[in-house]
């Protein structure tokens, strides 16, 4: 693979020995450049524990070995702290390597893990009735330009989407803003919980608007498709509008506000109201297009119905393909919801995120990404 222009960032690296056997390959000195911000795990697999998170920058290695999905490396040689004969591995789709002779990279100092923040309880956004809009322009605003995640702006796009599976036990690999994620068996399943966290919650309070992400580290996605097991009810407290509001975001900036998503209303599936029925399945693209704004220029456009029972797994399956995208929920054959203006647009890039709206607690499992 070719060698690419890389990020000078800081690598954050907890002090942790895997206990692995030497790769007898040694083939003189090899570039491994680390495309965007990617997890090391402990073995060749995207459930495995995290070591280290990794920041775009490129390393000089002796010793690698591509394992499947995975890249193995000696984590001295991206950590001069590391003891000899300790192992990391990194997605193949997050990293390039190159045979050619480089000066390896020094680590910077390790800075401390933010500290989660406490579970709260949720606050209403989204409700089944628009607010007072604001005023909208005459024309139609044009699309998000397509920006990339944690990549310098010389480097050449990626064609291909971030691939693999993640099993969602643990918050491992999952970068949380403005929630808390904890491990949780809900329904006799394995996944996780996200709920809005107490600084999501001073924050909204604050009138300020609030995007609720738990961010997969090191995805990439452009084109593809996303599938995932969610379940989401109106959490403790939560206000008459709350509806369970849970859904999967995809091309997330790193401004983490700048996204498009769909999201499921769980307890508008069997409304006995058929005009709260049609608002079960949505699409938004943040910050510009809210449910509110959509809903308000264009009813009907963005939203749909879809059977849906609070707090149950729910199958969901994501198609992206340029400025088209569908929704698929239940294993339904047919597309639940067709968006065929996807505001980042063609060329659009960016993380896949678990999302939520305040007023939920969801669970999410399974999380599956294909081209």
């Not at 697999?45 to 280290?52: D, F, L, R, V």
Request: hydrophobic share 40%.
């Amino acid at each position: 693979m070719s060698r690419r222009s890389a990020l000078i960032c800081a690598l954050v690296l907890s002090s942790f020995t895997v206990s692995i056997p030497r790769e007898a390959r040694a083939q003189g000195e090899t570039t491994v450049t680390i495309l965007r911000r990617t997890p090391v795990r402990t073995a060749p697999s995207p459930s495995a524990t995290t070591i280290a998170i990794l920041n775009p920058s490129t390393f000089a290695v002796t010793r690698f070995k591509v394992n499947g999905d995975f890249v193995q490396v000696l984590l001295n040689q991206i950590d001069r702290r590391q003891s000899a004969g300790s192992y990391g591995y990194i997605a193949t789709a997050d990293v390039d390597i190159d045979s050619a002779a480089t000066t390896a990279a020094r680590a910077a100092t390790p800075t401390p893990a933010p500290a989660k923040p406490a579970a709260a309880a949720p606050v209403r956004r989204d409700t089944a009735v628009a607010p007072p809009a604001v005023a909208a322009p005459s024309v139609a605003a044009p699309a998000v330009p397509s920006q990339g995640v944690a990549s310098p702006a010389s480097a050449p796009a990626r064609t291909s989407p971030t691939s693999g599976s993640y099993a969602l036990e643990t918050a491992d690999g999952l970068r949380p803003n403005n929630v808390t994620i904890e491990p949780a068996t809900h329904l006799g399943k394995r996944g996780v919980r996200v709920a809005v966290s107490d600084e999501g919650r001073r924050r909204m309070q604050a009138n300020e608007r609030v995007d609720e992400l738990a961010v997969i580290e090191g995805s990439d996605f452009s084109n593809g498709v996303i599938e995932a097991e969610i379940a989401g009810a109106p959490g403790p407290n939560a206000g008459e509008g709350a509806r369970g509001f849970v859904g999967i975001a995809f091309r997330v900036q790193p401004d983490l506000k700048t996204y498009d998503a769909f999201y499921l209303r769980p307890t508008n599936g069997r409304a006995d109201d058929q005009e709260r029925r049609n608002h079960s399945a949505q699409y938004i693209s943040h910050p510009d297009w809210p449910w509110d704004r959509l809903r308000k220029e264009t009813p009907g456009r963005y939203e749909a119905y879809v059977d849906l029972v609070p707090d149950a797994w729910t199958p969901i399956r994501i198609e992206v393909r340029g400025n088209k995208a569908r929704l698929y929920v239940n294993g339904q054959a047919q597309p639940t919801l067709i968006v065929n203006d996807v505001r980042t647009g063609e060329q659009g890039r960016g993380a896949i995120a678990l999302w939520i709206d305040p007023g939920t607690v969801a669970y999410f499992r399974n999380l599956r990404v294909t081209p």
